[in-house]
């Protein structure tokens, strides 16, 4: 287990100097795949003519739920790799090598290497994502009240990134060439890798070894099946890139749905029940399930911005200032602007209350974010029967469909990342975050799924589809808060602390 003397000396805002690192390697890394997102859909729905894929927008949508979808769902193994191989540090750094390398093959002009891009990327981020968010963690004792606000600021980074990548990439690929925004994504992670290995002396000793290391042998035997994995995804890649395996992404993302949700409960219930866990522990998990079964609804509607919400702005928004046409992915900026200007008042917020003994549960903030979320989508069936009407839709119902959804993202994201930092058990810290990250997976297989309902020449079912996402949303994120009243005293529980814990929890009850 690593110390956390060294990186625990202030010098970031009041926070260790190791979240200055992990802050701008994530910036960059995000500035990098939030661009490139951004025109993901486009790109694959635009014509021949203008240099696209000419796919229909439900095997864009299909597609594009896959790949978001696989790029978390490889944190399960990335997480796994980290505290059982490499540790933390290294599996971060190769894990952005390989992004680097990912974005650089998408911005070649070819169609045969595009599916090669996209698989790139994903895999290195499963290694990259999970890890430097349990990382930030590592940085704090458990009963470190600055953990909130320190994953608060961190999040922050995510999204000036994302605001950079939009703004660069998403520019560059609409008014000068889709593969030109793919390039400017590359050379964002490239600067991410420099900054992270000129200044990784602020991580101390943090994950900088395997927190449950294998046997030799073990490990050698490990490295030998993930070659083996690296080596079968090459040939069905070939094969399908050859003709000889013919692949229907939406019949795909339909079993991916049901698999991925499969994995999620196997997985946590072998940590569950053969972990190993205590009491303390496994009262822990049961509050992290709920977290997680509200981030797995929540991306589900949040991840619209891509892929619904892209085309329906692209098709069906009025962006004419004078003669000027706003790039669609501009419109995305709303949320991290929203986000960077909000979230140090909602650092502020939880810590005011901490101070005031009022402390609301991990579960009950997520759940307040659901449907705070879900609120977007009953503004999109308004703007989306104009739509259906015939009409142009004005510009300010996609403004405040992303605003509410990026307040329901500042009440569950960065909690729900601080809570999988602080509820999981210290032994399984990669893998849980990377369980966690895994419900970003079915978020958004299933959200590109529900976009697959969008059809441009059929806009009367757009209504029904918002107001179906916002239905379920509120009445998962009800059921949610309801159980949280009970749940507050399964969380009261800190590494290390547990005596104290289980005192503080027994007078909660």
């Known amino acids: 287990m690593s110390s956390n003397a060294h990186q625990n000396t202030e010098g970031f805002f009041g926070h260790p100097k190791g979240l200055s690192t992990l802050f701008f390697t994530e910036m960059w890394e995000r500035m990098s795949y939030y661009g490139m997102r951004a025109l993901l859909v486009m790109f694959m729905t635009a014509s021949l003519q203008r240099e696209g894929l000419a796919f229909t927008a439900a095997a864009a949508a299909a597609i594009y739920g896959l790949y978001t979808g696989a790029v978390y769902f490889l944190g399960l193994p990335g997480g796994w790799i980290a505290d059982r191989l490499l540790g933390g540090q290294r599996t971060v750094w190769y894990g952005g090598i390989i992004i680097m390398c990912g974005h650089i093959v998408l911005a070649i002009p070819s169609e045969s290497t595009f599916f090669v891009g996209l698989i790139l990327v994903a895999t290195g981020t499963g290694l990259l994502k999970p890890n430097i968010s349990a990382l930030v963690g590592h940085l704090y004792q458990p009963d470190d009240v600055r953990r909130d606000s320190g994953y608060a600021l961190y999040y922050m980074g995510i999204n000036i990134g994302s605001f950079i ?55 050698k035997k490990a490295w030998s099946v993930i070659w083996a994995v690296v080596a079968t995804a090459v040939a069905i890649t070939g094969l399908t890139m050859a003709g000889v395996i013919t692949i229907n992404p939406v019949a795909m993302a339909e079993y991916v749905a049901y698999a991925f949700t499969a994995i999620f409960l196997l997985y946590f219930g072998y940590i569950y029940f053969g972990g190993g866990l205590s009491e303390a522990e496994k009262k822990s998990m049961w509050a992290l399930f709920l977290v997680c079964v509200a981030s797995a609804c929540f991306w589900s509607g949040f991840e619209q911005a891509g892929s619904s919400l892209t085309l329906f702005t692209q098709d069906f928004t009025d962006r004419m200032i004078g003669s000027f046409e706003v790039p669609v992915s501009w419109f995305q900026n709303i949320n991290p602007l929203t986000i960077i200007i909000l979230s140090p008042f909602f650092a502020a917020l939880w810590i005011n209350l901490g101070k005031r003994m009022i402390s609301p549960s991990y579960t009950l903030k997520c759940a307040v974010g659901l449907m705070i979320m879900a609120t977007g989508f009953i503004v999109m069936f308004f703007a989306a029967q104009q739509a259906a009407a015939g009409l142009k839709v004005a510009p300010y119902w996609l403004v405040a469909t992303y605003f509410l959804h990026t307040v329901g993202e500042l009440c569950l994201s960065p909690v729900a990342l601080s809570a999988v930092s602080k509820l999981s058990p210290r032994r399984f810290a990669g893998q849980m975050m990377g369980v966690f990250v895994l419900t970003y997976s079915i978020g958004n297989v299933i959200a590109g799924l529900l976009a697959g309902n969008f059809d441009p020449e059929n806009v009367s079912t757009l209504p029904n589809l918002y107001l179906q996402i916002a239905i379920f949303s509120i009445g998962i994120g009800a059921v949610i808060a309801l159980i949280s009243l009970k749940s507050k005293s399964w969380e009261a529980r800190s590494e290390g602390t547990q005596a104290g814990v289980k005192g503080a929890s027994g007078s909660a009850a």
């Open 165 to 219: 990548g939009y703004m660069v990439v998403g520019t560059l690929g609409e008014k000068v060439g889709w593969h030109w925004g793919f390039g400017a994504a590359a050379v964002g992670m490239a600067i991410g890798l420099i900054q992270y290995r000129k200044t990784i002396g602020n991580l101390g000793d943090a994950s900088l070894e395997p927190e449950h290391p294998m046997s030799a042998a073990g490990a």
